[in-house]
């Protein structure tokens, strides 16, 4: 009898230690399954470190110095809103159907296994790029300190590589362990970089100047770029969706981690429901508060440096480190940048463990080589890690380049990656709903439901579709100073990734003559069954337990629990 992916009998011998799971490993070449070993405070904590990253602390400044704080604050607000109907999409059909492939598994069902085999690599590419750019983010925090001249950034991305690497293989449970208080740790430091920004913005601290908005008003709220005038100002800001996209990629990541996660069926929704309070508190509000602290034209911003500029670590690669020196508080920049290194740590980590399980899921649907889709006795997919590992080995291009420019290309790159998978997924729940509507299923049988439904579907997918063409306007517009210099380098990061993906789809196709997915024929319940009696097992154990040990754990379920 064929093996489903989701078996109540394999994921109980696994975590109970059975002799038959044990004699597994890397060793026997049926040894594919995961543990669900991540507890719903792990997931919606890694959901959290997703939305805390490179893109909101470091990213901010390069949109800040090219565009202006009222740009960001538009863009990043509006992005926030395109980033929550993809999510509510995604939470639909993970809520209904906790495949262990994740989104990939659901276009594949939905819509076409060519979409499915597409989605999967270009989510792997994304992640893969993802690892050395957090890892370039990291020689550039430090740089801070210690400028490159003195020591090889080389030196900080492998000690970075090794402890990443490491947590990685030490198995989902460590993992998310790990991952779960680093990432209060996150919380904890983003929630008081809003707290301190809004005393600064008042005048409270040591300068006692109160700054309000003075900078929306000197230098100015709106920058140039390209040219000047009002459509100088709409190109800066239309500059902005690259970062602000950038900033939000990997709050989806809640659709990998359904495959080991406890009770999907009310962790996943839970974690998709507060995001948009996540979106709203630690991103529009701390941007809108640094654009008040920090001018655009600030010499302490790096990316506002000149290449010539020679004291590159006399510059903050994120711009709440110059909100504080700017505001002469001594010390705390330090303590801060620390903060923001450990922080690009954490997205490291997360992302080359998203990066192991998208091929992993890719190999078990047969899309990927077979030896990808082995575990070791533990659940760690071994050969899977060591690919996305190897491939992160891209981070040592900082050797020989500028940090800056680096990350400028690791960002356009993952960004082109990470819009083609928000579009993929709001495709696959167009599909979905299409398929439940002429299946009879109706709406009071989904475990959650997208607010705003198809309709917001459409509309996010048509605003993806036109930032990914228009994102890196500016490659096709010479400024008077490069004038018939053409920008080939910012081009093929920009755009590579959509003749790839439209290739991938066509080459599928072709090679396998795969067909869509009529909505009569798509497969809504494979599985189902399965999960039904694993969530009703789960909860039947987790009542006893809770029965057990009523009064113990109070504290954590009265005052801590309901924020994550």
């Not at 394999?10 to 059975?18: E, F, I, N, Q």
């Not at 980033?83 to 819509?111: I, K």
């Amino acid at each position: 009898m064929e093996k489903s992916e989701y078996t109540q009998n394999t994921v109980t011998k696994t975590l109970s230690g059975d002799p038959e799971i044990q004699r597994g490993g890397l060793n026997d070449p049926n040894h594919v399954e995961l543990t669900r070993a991540l507890k719903a405070r792990h997931i919606t904590m890694i959901a959290i470190g997703g939305a805390i990253g490179t893109g909101l602390i470091i990213g901010t400044g390069e949109a800040l110095a090219k565009a202006g704080p009222g740009s960001i604050l538009i863009s990043y607000a509006w992005v926030g809103f395109i980033v929550y109907l993809v999510m509510c999409a995604l939470g639909e059909m993970a809520a209904w159907l906790p495949l262990p492939s994740g989104f990939t598994g659901y276009a594949v069902r939905f819509v076409d296994p060519a979409l499915g085999f597409t989605l999967g690599w270009t989510y792997w590419f994304k992640y893969i790029i993802l690892s050395p750019n957090q890892m370039t983010a990291g020689a550039l925090v430090i740089s801070y300190w210690i400028p490159a001249e003195k020591i090889n950034p080389g030196v900080w991305i492998t000690i970075f590589l090794v402890l990443v690497v490491a947590i990685n293989y030490f198995g989902v449970k460590f993992f998310g362990e790990f991952e779960f208080w680093l990432s209060s740790f996150k919380v904890i430091v983003i929630l008081g970089i809003i707290l301190l920004s809004f005393i600064l913005m008042l005048g409270g601290g040591p300068d006692h100047d109160r700054k309000g908005f003075r900078y929306w008003k000197n230098p100015g709220a709106f920058n140039h770029y390209v040219m000047e005038g009002p459509s100088g100002r709409f190109l800066a800001f239309w500059s902005t969706m690259v970062s602000a996209t950038f900033a939000y990629l990997g709050t989806e990541l809640v659709g990998v981690t359904v495959g080991e996660a406890q009770n999907p069926r009310k962790t996943i929704p839970k974690a998709i429901k507060l995001t948009f309070y996540r979106i709203l508190v630690f991103y529009v509000l701390s941007v809108l508060l640094v654009g008040t602290l920090v001018p655009y034209n600030s010499p302490k911003l790096l990316f506002a440096l000149g290449d010539g500029n020679k004291a590159k670590g006399s510059a903050a690669a994120s711009p709440f480190v110059v909100a504080i020196e700017l505001a002469n508080i001594p010390i705390l920049s330090h303590i801060l940048n620390a903060c923001i290194l450990l922080f690009v740590f954490s997205a490291a980590n997360s992302d080359l463990y998203i990066a192991t399980r998208t091929i992993y899921g890719l190999a078990r649907e047969g899309k990927a080589p077979k030896i990808f889709a082995r575990t070791d006795a533990r659940g760690v997919p071994v050969p899977a890690l060591a690919i996305s590992s190897l491939i992160a080995l891209l981070a040592y291009m900082n050797v020989s380049g500028d940090s800056r420019v680096v990350f400028k290309y690791f960002v356009n790159l993952v960004t082109i990656f990470g819009l083609l998978t928000w579009i993929s997924i709001l495709v696959t729940h167009i599909y979905f709903v299409r398929a439940r509507k002429a299946q009879g299923v109706p709406e009071s049988e989904l475990a959650y439901k997208a607010p705003f439904g198809v309709a917001g579907s459409y509309f996010a997918l048509g605003f993806c579709i036109l930032i990914s063409l228009t994102k890196n306007y500016d490659v096709f517009i010479h400024k008077p100073a490069t004038y018939g210099n053409f920008d080939y380098k910012n081009f093929i990061t920009a755009y590579l990734g959509i003749p790839l993906y439209l290739i991938m789809i066509a080459g599928y196709k072709i090679v396998t003559k795969s067909k869509g997915v009529h909505p009569l024929e798509a497969d809504l319940f494979s599985g189902k069954d399965e999960i039904d009696r694993e969530e009703a097992a789960y909860l039947a154990a987790k009542e006893a337990d809770a029965e057990r040990n009523k009064d113990s754990g109070w504290f954590y379920r009265k005052f801590v629990s309901w924020l994550f």
